[in-house]
């Protein structure tokens, strides 16, 4: 075995081997599974709307922090005024961010 995809394809079945009874699943009623798939549907959305906002949170700081060193680097003598603006965007950036993760723990929890 000297191809790096067949040592992969080895420890890929010896594992999957080895968690085969970790895997196993018993059997669950009808009733049973409605209510594990309510619970988990109710959990997945405000999950989503925690890390969108996150992710937002992160694209809109870099683009603001992106645009405020370019503009530094084109007129250094703005700097002042470039760092006050930068301050106040990166402000409403985060709470704009904290107001999404507000609401997904909100509807998580009530």
Same mark, same amino acid.
């Given at each position: 075995?000297?191809?790096?995809?067949?040592?992969?394809?080895?420890?890929?079945?010896?594992?999957?081997?080895?968690?085969?009874?970790?895997?196993?699943?018993?059997?669950?009623?009808?009733?049973?599974?409605?209510?594990?798939?309510?619970?988990?549907?109710?959990? #997945?959305?405000? %999950? *989503?709307? $925690?890390? /969108?906002?996150?992710?937002?949170? !992160?694209? +809109?700081?870099?683009? =603001?922090?992106? @645009?405020?060193?370019?503009?530094?680097?084109?007129?250094?003598?703005?700097?002042? #005024?470039?760092? %006050? *603006?930068? $301050?106040? /965007?990166?402000?409403?950036?985060? !709470?704009? +961010?904290?107001?999404? =993760?507000?609401? @997904?723990?909100?509807?998580?929890?009530?």
């Amino acid at each position: 075995m000297k191809s790096p995809f067949l040592r992969l394809l080895a420890v890929a079945a010896v594992l999957l081997v080895a968690a085969a009874p970790a895997l196993a699943q018993g059997t669950l009623t009808p009733a049973d599974q409605v209510n594990i798939s309510k619970a988990a549907n109710a959990r #997945t959305g405000p %999950g *989503l709307g $925690i890390g /969108l906002s996150v992710i937002g949170i !992160g694209i +809109g700081l870099g683009l =603001i922090g992106y @645009s405020a060193l370019a503009g530094v680097a084109r007129q250094p003598e703005q700097t002042g #005024t470039i760092r %006050g *603006l930068m $301050i106040l /965007l990166a402000a409403l950036v985060e !709470g704009a +961010g904290i107001v999404g =993760i507000l609401f @997904s723990l909100a509807s998580m929890f009530l």
